[in-house]
């Protein structure tokens, strides 16, 4: 337990007198282990001061430098992208409207009227959020264009948490794939695209035609598992109004093996 000395207390004994001195003696260690510490810090922040600040320095650059570009570069570059982007976008949605479709999506790719087309936003505003989307627009019109190489390539480098656009374009690639007679490369982005996100559009459909890639395939279990999924968790989609066919071919095709 530990002693308390009271003011003006004198010790009555050899044992308190002792005592007294080796609490003196550990009171003093300790305050001069504390002195030795931060002489020690003292030097060393003497010593490389200069080092020091140039850290702090480089540090403060690096942040600053950061928040500037955001607002003073970033910010105008994917205004005057966005703005550059508005025909390209039109001629887009022209293209998935209107009639002339091959020459709309030529449009939304290369430009018109004197304006940027996606591959202009792709080149000019590397970085931004719009020369991003250009990628999925762009890949997207040379899927509608049978250009299904370049296709992948634009399609590859766009990059969303979009509910719906993230697996449109992973679903995409899978059609390109397909068109390329690659078929065990589509299952895979089919596959992927039918994970990516959980809704009533995408998911329905991105499970149906990786059930249906399966069955050409011969992979009747992995083409049952996707149309019984359809049928149990979105029984409302359209894709469930004609899966109990597909669980039947796959049905027979399991029966086979």
């Not at 059609?175 to 994970?195: I, M, P, R, T």
């Amino acid at each position: 337990m530990a002693t308390y000395s009271k003011r003006g207390y004198k010790p009555k004994n050899k044992v308190e007198k002792e005592q007294n001195i080796e609490e003196g003696s550990t009171t003093a260690e300790v305050f001069n282990t504390l002195d030795e510490t931060a002489s020690k810090t003292e030097a060393f922040v003497e010593k490389n001061q200069k080092y020091i600040f140039i850290i702090i320095g480089v540090v403060a650059i690096i942040v600053l430098g950061s928040l500037g570009y955001k607002e003073f570069i970033g910010k105008p570059k994917q205004m005057a992208a966005m703005n550059d982007m508005f025909q390209a976008q039109k001629y887009f949605d022209q293209a998935v409207t209107g009639t002339a479709k091959d020459s709309l999506y030529n449009l939304a790719l290369s430009g018109g009227e004197g304006k940027f087309g996606m591959l202009d936003i792709i080149e000019e505003y590397s970085g931004t959020p719009s020369a991003n989307l250009a990628s999925y627009y762009a890949g997207t019109a040379y899927l509608r264009l049978k250009d299904y190489k370049k296709a992948i390539e634009h399609l590859e480098n766009f990059k969303s948490e979009d509910e719906v656009l993230a697996p449109l374009a992973k679903g995409n690639i899978g059609d390109a794939f397909v068109q390329l007679n690659q078929s065990e490369d589509a299952l895979g982005y089919y596959e992927e695209a039918a994970e990516m996100r959980n809704n009533e559009y995408t998911t329905p459909m991105y499970l149906f035609k990786a059930g249906t890639i399966a069955l050409e395939l011969g992979k009747a279990d992995k083409a049952l598992a996707n149309f019984e999924r359809i049928k149990e968790d979105y029984p409302n989609s359209t894709e469930a109004s004609k899966v109990d066919v597909f669980i039947g071919k796959a049905q027979v095709l399991a029966d086979k093996y």
